[in-house]
Every structure is written in C-alpha cells, then in structure tokens.
C-alpha cells in the first residue's frame, strides 16, 4: 500500500486560511469515508484532528475543517495561529483492511 | 483520562530483539483495538500493526511481516510488539494509539528504538 500524497510543506501568515491537500486511490480515500488528520508537534503526542472526512473531536477548535472529494481530501486551517505551526499526517483505511498515512505536510505560520 | 505510556525502546544491534510494551489506563482497553505506528529520523508516520479488542484479529504492515508480533493483555490493560530480526531501517519512534473505528484518537508519546552496530 503506498502512502497518500501530500504537499511537502505549506505556509501562510496568522489570520489567512491555508488548505493542505491528500491524495489516495480508488482503494483508499476514493472509496471510504474514512480519512482522519493528525497534528504531530515535537515531543509532543500525536493529536487527532478530523475524523470520518470531516468531523472534528471535542476539543478541537473549529479553525479545523475537512471535505473530500473523490481521491483527494483536504485539510483546512482558518485564521491560522503560531500554534498552528506543525506537522500534519492524513490517514485512510483502505480495501485491505489496513490503514495508510500521508507523506505529511510541515505547516509554517511566517 | 486516556493515557498510553510505551515503554522498552533503546539501543540494539541488527538482527536482534526488543520488546515493546504500552501501558493504558483511562479507559476500558478491551474494548478497543490498537495500534503501534513508528517514526523513523525525519520521516513520515508509518502504520505498524493492530490488533483486536480480543486478540483474534491482527494485521502487520508488509515491512514488518513475520519479524514483528503484536499481542495484548487485556487483564493488564497492556499492548506488546515484540519485534525480532531487526533492521538498520526499523530505527525509530514507535507509538501506540487507541483505535477507535478506524481512527487513531489516542497516542502515547512514542518510545524510540536505535538498531545499530
């Protein structure tokens, strides 16, 4: 299975809204709607930020949005902040019953 | 709340052994699936295994197959990754999540694992 492709890296300045792409196959993203995204920032542990394409868990602010549309799903950062300012990872289930991540994508606030 | 400490990370040589253990609490484990995810030096995440609540369903990455053995204790409310055989390129972090219909809601904060001679 290979990993889902996204941007290598994104920036914007605080307050714009930047969208971070992720594209699968007609196995993965294209036939689930099981896309989730993961902010990881250094030292820290990985944090679930969009689940099921585009439901955001409690806690998360809802500067946070995702969509999809056929083999691509995106992320979506409005009002960017600092703490924004990190490494985000797309996932997806796939037709072999296992998951796959994204390339990942740093994200620089400027 | 949800807490997820690995432990049994460090350094060893290629073709050797290491156990991984992950410690839950927070949560009634054995009703959840999990996962082991790894990081390696300034690379992507890469998903690992996962196993049932129960045991009775497990799945490996192919890099992993037959060299790594995932397992749990649900009367610990412990996960293992036992991993044998390893490799210059299994150098890395390696996380347990909680999975939670096909989502990773909960990480722990990785245990690093160096093979190398």
């Known amino acids: 299975q290979s990993a889902l492709t996204q941007p290598a890296s994104v920036s914007g300045s605080p307050g714009q809204s930047i969208t971070i792409s992720c594209t699968g196959t007609s196995s993965d993203v294209g036939i689930y709607n099981y896309v989730s995204w993961y902010q990881l920032h250094p030292g820290k542990a990985p944090k679930l930020m969009i689940y099921d394409v585009s439901n955001r868990p409690s806690g998360v602010s809802i500067r946070f949005s995702g969509s999809k549309s056929g083999n691509t799903a995106s992320l979506t950062i409005s009002g960017l902040q600092a703490e924004d300012e990190a490494d985000y990872y797309c996932n997806s289930y796939t037709t072999s019953s296992t998951p796959v991540f994204g390339t990942g994508t740093k994200v620089t606030v400027l | 709340q949800v807490q997820l400490v690995e432990s049994g990370g460090g350094l060893v040589k290629p073709g050797g052994s290491l156990r991984l253990s992950c410690a839950a609490s927070g949560f009634t484990f054995s009703d959840y699936y999990m996962s082991w995810i790894r990081q390696a030096p300034g690379k992507g995440l890469e998903w690992v295994s996962y196993?049932?609540?129960?045991?009775?369903?497990?799945y490996y990455a192919d890099s992993v197959k037959g060299r790594f053995t995932i397992s749990r204790d649900n009367a610990k409310n412990s996960l293992y990754l036992q991993m044998n055989s390893l490799r210059a390129e299994d150098t890395a972090v390696f996380y347990c999540?909680?999975?939670?219909?096909?989502?990773?809601?909960?990480w722990g904060q990785g245990t690093l694992v160096t093979v190398s001679s």
């Open positions: 196993i049932s609540s129960s045991g009775s369903t497990i």
């Open positions: 999540a909680r999975l939670t219909h096909v989502r990773f809601d909960y």
